[in-house]
């Protein structure tokens, strides 16, 4: 018992300045009573400027890196599927959703916070060496689960899946600062040059403040909602996060025979809180509106605890 409540106990210290850091920002609007607006601005920086820039500046040494297995995104993506058709089933049969409300509610099963938590998450916990796994996954994450919520929606309207809704994905995606960071910045490794100090420097600089930013941005997100919404749904939401998807992804890299830095690099990416992505999904078509946002906060909360139980679980098997 003792073996696994140290890793557990190690797991748990390592995260814990970042949940503290989530906390602080949820703290300076909820009671510090910050203006929403600054909360808006911050986001906005660190999803359009800082984390671009920490992705960029990653990549840029790409090709001189160990090749990352391919693998991690079957073994990823794999487990989005198969814990997407096990949420629309429970959400059919136990809620009794609609096709609409049921994709949206599935979707919270898989759709991670990978990016204002997976990223720091994922460079404390594991290293830097992580982040190339992790981009990848980062790359193909909102074209493949955009593109399969909204396969469901309009089949369960339409009973078809139309160009048009696809290439307006598509599109969305290659838009995404963050995409645009990781693109440019693995193009650039290709050339095999570096990077000139007077960009190298003030690019390192804004990576360095991305992850502590952008779990400041995540609290005061997060401020905006109540947990009380919906509470049956959105408990059943971070069960299919919290417990079944990393259960899942980490069955599918053990058949797949996955090395330890991706097999660590998917169940964590698997293991996190649900992402804003569904609570936007529940706006734009307006259903579970409420379960949606209160998922996101519930399961951040518990994340703290669940994700350095499940590095802890792996680390003593991987």
């Given at each position: 018992m003792q073996t696994f409540l140290l890793p557990l106990w190690h797991q748990m210290v390592l995260s814990a300045p970042l949940f503290i850091l989530a906390i602080l920002g949820y703290g300076l609007i909820r009671?510090?009573?910050?203006?929403?607006?600054?909360?808006?601005?911050?986001?906005?920086?660190?999803f359009s400027v800082a984390?671009?820039?920490?992705?960029?500046?990653?990549?840029?040494?790409?090709?001189?890196?160990?090749?990352?297995?391919?693998?991690?995104?079957?073994?990823f993506?794999?487990?989005c599927l198969i814990v997407f058709i096990v949420g629309r089933l429970l959400g059919a049969k136990v809620f009794k959703l609609d096709g609409?409300?049921?994709?949206?509610?599935?979707l919270g099963g898989i759709f991670s916070n990978n990016v204002m938590l997976g990223i720091p998450v994922a460079t404390v916990a594991l290293g830097e060496a992580a982040l190339p796994s992790v981009a990848l996954v980062l790359v193909f994450n909102g074209?493949?689960?955009?593109?399969?919520?909204?396969?469901?929606?309009?089949?369960?309207?339409?009973?078809?899946?139309?160009?048009?809704?696809?290439?307006?994905?598509?599109?969305?995606?290659?838009?995404?600062?963050?995409?645009?960071?990781?693109?440019?910045?693995?193009?650039?490794?290709?050339?095999?040059?570096?990077?000139p100090i007077i960009i190298d420097q003030p690019v390192s600089m804004l990576g360095q403040i991305a992850a502590p930013m952008s779990l400041i941005a995540l609290g005061m997100s997060l401020a905006e909602?109540?947990?009380?919404?919906?509470?049956?749904?959105?408990?059943?939401?971070?069960?299919?996060?919290?417990?079944?998807?990393?259960?899942?992804?980490?069955?599918?890299a053990v058949i797949l025979k996955l090395p330890p830095m991706e097999t660590q690099v998917v169940?964590?990416?698997?293991?996190?809180?649900?992402?804003?992505?569904v609570y936007l999904m529940s706006r734009q078509f307006n259903v579970i509106v409420g379960p949606a946002a209160s998922s996101m906060?519930?399961?951040?909360?518990?994340s703290a605890v669940t994700t350095p139980l499940i590095l802890t679980l792996i680390g003593v098997r991987v």
């Open positions: 009671w510090g009573k910050w203006d929403k607006a600054v909360a808006d601005g911050l986001t906005k920086f660190v984390l671009p820039a920490m992705l960029f500046r990653m990549m840029c040494n790409f090709s001189k890196q160990p090749p990352v297995d391919a693998r991690l995104l079957i073994a993506f794999g487990s609409t409300s049921g994709s949206v509610f599935a074209l493949i689960l955009w593109t399969l919520v909204t396969v469901s929606v309009e089949w369960s309207r339409n009973g078809s899946l139309t160009v048009k809704g696809f290439a307006h994905t598509a599109r969305n995606v290659l838009r995404n600062p963050l995409i645009i960071g990781i693109i440019s910045g693995t193009l650039f490794s290709l050339t095999g040059y570096d990077l909602y109540r947990i009380r919404d919906g509470w049956q749904i959105s408990s059943a939401i971070c069960t299919l996060k919290l417990i079944l998807q990393p259960m899942v992804v980490w069955a599918l169940v964590l990416l698997g293991s996190m809180a649900v992402g804003v992505n906060v519930i399961s951040t909360i518990l």
